[in-house]
């Protein structure tokens, strides 16, 4: 677990980095400002078909409670394709920003598991 | 009444009817109505989102005749000895404690369009304002020769969970050494594409514990079936010589199954069975004919809301509706409740309705830490619902991916399930 942690942590890092000057629609913030909650909590029910809200140890992970620039990191990641997952990559493919900023607004706002 | 204390209201009232009153003898007063027809993956998490979202501000009513629901889902990993049955059985208490649902253990035997009402086995009718028809399927018996549900016990067919799965399971284990398995996997369409495959994947992979000299022969009625290059794949390298797929271009199609001798008579050969599943083709369950809401066997929807096409007060969810390219499983049925639920909230509560997107994802196991897995995502298209998206995995992936997909599947089971029932 802390190595896949670790492994997350450098991801986010990567890309950060990844994203120049010149693509600041890409700005975490940015577009965690262009979110509304009810319509992440709409399309955070797709999300709820397999993230179960306690999380598991491996595989699928709790995504309530989750840090939104993080979760907006992510998932711009699996859109670009950095980071593997065929699901995560299809799901996040068809997001735009305003979706994943109302999905990181919206999942942010939930119980983290105990 | 605040949105808290009518929440209360719902609740207690729902603790107290479960499976006892047909409906509540309270008056609801004003509050809209929805009856949900179906407690499996489209009815009870239709039910769910319907109430949860609307923080009692909809009467939600849950018919379900059963009072433990057996997922079609996974029966294949308990088949495999993966799981034991108990683990794919949900019960109803949280949607009636933790979201205020009415549920209510009977079968709906008619709907009353014009006077919007529901008709119970019992004789009591329930009005509604909308309705989610969410049955599943029934089964053609009549579409093989020879096979009826008189014979179903003796080649169980096993596509509905429950105790077919069980009396399946015992064949499986009692089957003579080195005897030979008989698989007939349903004609297109059918629920669960990949599921007869992933089925002779788990009896194989019993067969190789209990059985290593047993056979299996797969008798399709089709010439080509779902994720086939990954099944054959991995049942060449897992089960080597055990599995023979025969397709119909092969055998000729099934004339006749004599269920007394277990004989599967085709143009090519007749075939002599030790043990057998036999699963015929299929079509909506039988409310939805109820209901008017079918054209043939299926149900045709509004692909933007799944309503009815022929009743806008209908929905129609999962495997009994014509979804077109998106495939009749518990995942699509479950992606489908919620763009119907977030419609009805619309409809009922002025709320807000967002656009329609569906996804699914169906995960196999060929043999331990083997998991195979194929998805898309859909929109709404004028006429149907369209692929927009899609991907499978990759015949060269890494035994690392294939193991990460059987714990994803595991942990999907249990994000659904809760989605469905918590």
């Given amino acids: ?114 | 009444m605040s949105k808290i204390s009518r929440r209360l209201f719902n609740t207690g009232l729902a603790a107290a009817s479960v499976g006892t009153l047909a409906f509540p003898s309270i008056s609801l007063g004003a509050l809209p109505r929805v009856v949900v027809i179906g407690g499996g993956a489209g009815g009870a998490t239709a039910a769910r989102y319907i109430a949860k979202d609307s923080n009692g501000g909809v009467h939600v009513t849950l018919v379900e005749a059963s009072k433990r629901y057996y997922t079609c889902f996974f029966s294949n990993i308990y088949l495999g000895g993966f799981r034991n049955y108990g683990s794919i059985g949900h019960n109803y208490y949280g949607l009636a404690v933790n979201q205020g649902v009415n549920v209510v253990h009977e079968w709906a035997v008619s709907v009353d369009p014009a006077a919007r009402m529901v008709k119970l086995g019992s004789g009591n009718t329930i009005p509604y304002d909308k309705l989610v028809v969410s049955p599943g399927i029934d089964l053609k018996y009549d579409s093989i020769n020879g096979y009826s549900a008189g014979v179903q016990d003796k080649m169980p067919h096993a596509w509905k969970s429950g105790t077919q799965v069980q009396l399946l399971r015992n064949q499986v284990m009692n089957m003579k050494q080195g005897g030979t398995f008989v698989m007939v996997p349903p004609p297109n369409p059918y629920r669960c594409p990949p599921g007869p495959y992933e089925r002779v994947s788990m009896i194989a992979h019993q067969f190789k514990q209990s059985n290593p000299t047993g056979k299996i022969v797969i008798l399709d009625p089709k010439p080509k079936f779902s994720k086939q290059g990954l099944f054959e794949a991995g049942w060449q390298k897992h089960y080597p010589g055990m599995i023979e797929w025969i397709s119909s271009d092969t055998h000729g199609g099934l004339k006749n199954i004599n269920a007394s001798t277990m004989e599967f008579e085709t143009d090519l050969d007749t075939f002599k069975a030790d043990a057998a599943c036999v699963v015929p083709a299929q079509k909506a369950g039988a409310i939805a004919m109820a209901a008017g809401v079918n054209d043939g066997d299926w149900c045709p929807i509004v692909p933007a809301s799944m309503q009815s096409k022929a009743d806008e007060n209908i929905y129609v969810l999962g495997d009994a509706s014509v979804a077109k390219s998106m495939p009749k499983s518990g995942f699509s049925a479950n992606s489908q409740a919620k763009v119907a639920a977030n419609h009805i909230r619309g409809a009922l509560t002025g709320s807000k309705v967002f656009d329609a997107r569906y996804s699914n994802t169906c995960w196999s196991l060929i043999a331990p830490d083997d998991d195979v897995k194929v998805g898309a995502s859909y929109v709404a298209g004028a006429e149907a619902i369209d692929v927009e998206s899609k991907f499978i995995s990759q015949a060269d992936d890494s035994s690392e991916t294939r193991a990460a997909n059987y714990q994803e599947s595991i942990d999907w089971y249990n994000g659904i399930t809760a989605d469905m029932f918590s």
């Fill in chain 1, 1 to 114: 677990m802390k190595i896949l942690l670790f492994v997350i942590f450098l991801l986010i890092s990567v890309c950060k980095f990844a994203f120049s000057e010149e693509q600041q629609i890409s700005d975490e913030q940015e577009i965690i400002a262009m979110g509304d909650i009810e319509y992440g909590e709409y399309l955070g029910s797709e999300c709820a078909a397999c993230h179960h809200q306690s999380g598991a140890s491996e595989g699928i992970p709790s995504i309530h409670g989750m840090d939104a620039e993080v979760f907006v990191t992510l998932m711009l990641a699996y859109r670009s394709k950095l980071m593997e997952n065929p699901v995560m990559q299809m799901i996040a493919g068809r997001l735009n920003n305003e979706q994943i900023g109302s999905l990181a607004l919206y999942f942010s706002k939930l119980e983290p598991p105990k």
